[in-house]
């Protein structure tokens, strides 16, 4: 394990930091084997939700490898380029159960499509997190729009939810690690989206009205 100083930089590689994000993937894989119990489950869906389940125990096991093997940071990992809308898509599938059982509407815009240039499992890591978040702000019925565009030299994915938004006091500590409002919330699945996001060069803003919604802006250079 890393020394405390780098702890707050990269959070994703702290135990508690591995332990939070494997989680994710544990979590969308009894997601979808709940769906996938339903008898009246279309052909199409279940072959869809299990490639999805099997994606989601490699992640696992990749985050399991990473942290048994390779605290390297992501400078000196190998890149990989990412179509983004097939990244935005399994996100949205990784967490279908959630939403369902909320009534959440979720729909996404691809306003256009770029390539990232990241680790994979590391931008999957920032969607579920940002994903997960807009899915716990919301209340039943709400509605969760992922807007994907880019400009001259970013990508841009917008995270839009109409959920309970976040306070100005909140605000100011969103990306610290550990701090939350939640009852059962650890509080770094936002440092660790910091983290990524500014390790490949990109950036990550919010803009939120109490009682209204929340949008949080990733921006990652263009793969290509
Ligand atoms: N979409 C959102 N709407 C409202 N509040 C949000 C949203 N996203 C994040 N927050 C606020 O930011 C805090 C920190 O988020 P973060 O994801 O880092 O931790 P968490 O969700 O509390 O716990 P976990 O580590 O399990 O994700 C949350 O506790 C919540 O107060
Ligand atoms: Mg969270």
Redo the contacts with the bound molecule.
């Keep these: 394990m890393i020394e405390n100083q780098e702890k707050l930089q990269y959070p994703e590689k702290t135990a508690v930091g591995f332990a939070?994000e494997i989680?994710n993937p544990i979590t969308a894989v009894r997601g979808l084997l709940q769906l996938l119990a339903n008898p009246d489950l279309p052909a199409p869906k279940r072959t869809l939700y299990s490639e999805v389940a099997i994606e989601e125990l490699d992640r696992a096991n990749q985050l399991l490898n990473n942290m048994v093997y390779d605290n390297t940071p992501l400078s000196y990992q190998t890149l990989e380029t990412i179509d983004i809308k097939a990244a935005v898509n399994k996100a949205m599938l990784s967490y279908e159960q959630a939403i369902q059982v909320k009534g959440i509407q979720l729909q996404a815009n691809f306003m256009s499509s770029f390539k990232a240039l990241l680790p994979k499992i590391q931008l999957s890591q920032v969607l579920v997190?940002?994903l997960?978040?807009?899915v716990?702000?919301?209340s039943e019925n709400g509605s969760i729009t992922i807007t994907v565009s880019k400009d001259d030299n970013f990508g841009i994915i917008s995270?839009k939810?109409n959920?309970?938004?976040?306070?100005a006091e909140?605000l100011d500590?969103?990306?610290t690690?550990?701090?939350?409002?939640?009852k059962?919330?650890?509080?770094?699945?936002?440092?660790?989206?910091k983290s990524i996001i500014e390790e490949a060069q990109g950036c990550i803003k919010?803009h939120?009205i109490l009682g209204e919604?929340?949008?949080?802006i990733v921006k990652l250079p263009l793969g290509y």
């Design positions: 939070h989680k997190n940002l997960k978040n807009a716990e702000a919301c995270i939810d959920g309970c938004g976040i306070s909140a500590k969103l990306f690690p550990f701090f939350t409002t939640k059962h919330g650890t509080g770094i699945g936002l440092s660790i989206c919010v939120s919604g929340t949008e949080f």
